[in-house]
């Protein structure tokens, strides 16, 4: 857990968020898959680079370190010229066949778990050929546009109040099917952290932490659904819209989502979801009292809770959204609404469900 924690803070630090992120040796079991899901790290493409056995204890055995310099050297592939060089290499420890081949054991017990929780974003390539060759076939996968595994081309918009689990639920809709998952409020921060034209016009907004207005979301939220991904493949939205104003924006402008979910969710439910949760200010670990508590007594003295986790903040915001829930109801007249209120990977079975299925056609 403190893995994958530490992990999805990186992800959501501005680099990330701006240029993207390559992850590596994480995760190692279907576990931290499951885990790094459920807390919303999903990547668009996963590369899995395979080779035998034999190449790679072959590979192990002849790595070679320099102690003065940490460069790692091989007998084989990557003998340095200089003679100096070569006497003070050594061998790392751990490298011995036997040690390998208990690694790679180890390796294929819970890779043979872990594959298919990226179904349909996975390509294996062989490492069993020049650097070159694996790096272009790695390069030409990732930035080829995949098209959408759904029957049809989706454009969801997932609504709920805050803590129904919109979020996740976007996340795997997009791995599975290969939707674009636009998050609008992710979409606002990336155009600050990107300095862009739109980004300027929004940061005064983001100080006050006042809302954005809606002609400058719409304008920031044109611009990723006019994208070629998005045409090509389809998207999954959330966080917009928020009420009837901006669904008639959004569907005056040409977004028309064809399939709509509210999750329900009950106030006690969202209020144990969120106000419960708290921070460690000296390590950053995020725990939770009921799901996730602190470790010792002396850690949950000094955690810390969020202001915008308090009840009075969580009961503003969701008032804010059942005002407006109505409206949005009325709007999109087919939507589907359902209990949010269990296991997340149930209430998916239920949105794909709607995906898949036709729309029942309402009597008039």
Same mark, same amino acid.
């Given at each position: 857990?403190?893995?994958?924690? &530490?992990? @999805?803070? !990186? ?21 931290? %898959?499951?885990?790094?899901?459920? +807390? ?14 034999? #190449? ?32 003070? &290499?050594? %061998?790392? %420890? ?10 790679? +054991?180890?390796?294929? !017990?819970?890779?043979?778990?872990? &594959? ?7 390509? #294996?390539?062989? %490492? ?46 997009? @791995?599975?099917?290969?939707? #674009? ?5 992710? &979409? ?32 920031? +939220? ?14 999954? +939205? ?20 064809? !399939? ?44 810390? @809770? ?6 009075? @903040? ?51």
């Amino acid at each position: 857990m403190l893995l994958v924690r &530490l992990v @999805q803070e !990186r992800l959501r630090e501005e680099d990330c968020i701006r240029r993207g992120w390559i992850l590596d040796g994480i995760p190692e079991t279907r576990e931290q %898959a499951l885990l790094m899901q459920t +807390l919303g790290a999903f990547p668009r493409q996963v590369l899995v680079l395979s080779a035998p056995d034999t #190449v790679l204890i072959e590979r192990n055995l002849g790595k070679r370190i320099d102690p003065q310099t940490g460069e790692i050297y091989h007998a084989t592939f990557d003998w340095p010229p200089e003679p100096e060089i070569q006497k003070r &290499l050594i %061998a790392p %420890a751990g490298i011995s066949g036997g040690e390998t081949a208990r690694r790679l +054991l180890a390796y294929h !017990r819970n890779i043979a778990r872990l &594959l298919p929780s990226y179904p349909k974003i996975l390509k #294996v390539i062989a %490492a069993d050929q020049p650097c070159v060759d694996v790096f272009y076939q790695a390069l030409t996968y990732v930035q080829t546009i995949h098209p959408s595994n759904a029957p049809f081309t989706p454009r969801v918009l997932l609504c709920g109040p805050v803590g129904s689990g919109r979020s996740l639920q976007a996340a795997l809709l997009a @791995q599975k099917y290969g939707l #674009v998952n636009v998050c609008c409020g992710q &979409l606002l921060k990336e155009a600050v952290a990107d300095k862009s034209e739109y980004g300027e016009l929004i940061r005064p907004f983001f100080e006050k932490e006042t809302a954005v207005p809606d002609n400058i979301t719409m304008k920031v +939220l044109k611009r990723r659904l006019d994208r070629q991904d998005c045409v090509e493949r389809g998207w999954v +939205l959330h966080g917009f819209p928020r009420d009837g104003g901006q669904a008639l924006l959004m569907d005056s402008m040409g977004y028309k989502p064809n !399939r709509v979910f509210f999750l329900n969710v009950p106030f006690d439910s969202i209020l144990e979801r969120l106000t419960l949760r708290r921070t460690d200010p000296v390590t950053g670990e995020r725990s939770h009292l009921m799901y996730k508590p602190p470790p010792t007594m002396e850690i949950q003295a000094r955690l810390l @809770q969020s202001p915008k986790d308090s009840e009075e @903040q969580i009961k503003l915001r969701m008032d804010r959204f059942y005002r407006n829930s109505a409206e949005l109801e009325e709007f999109y007249g087919q939507a589907i609404t359902l209990n949010g209120d269990q296991d997340p990977y149930t209430v998916f079975e239920y949105i794909e469900s709607g995906i898949i299925n036709p729309l029942r056609k309402k009597a008039p």
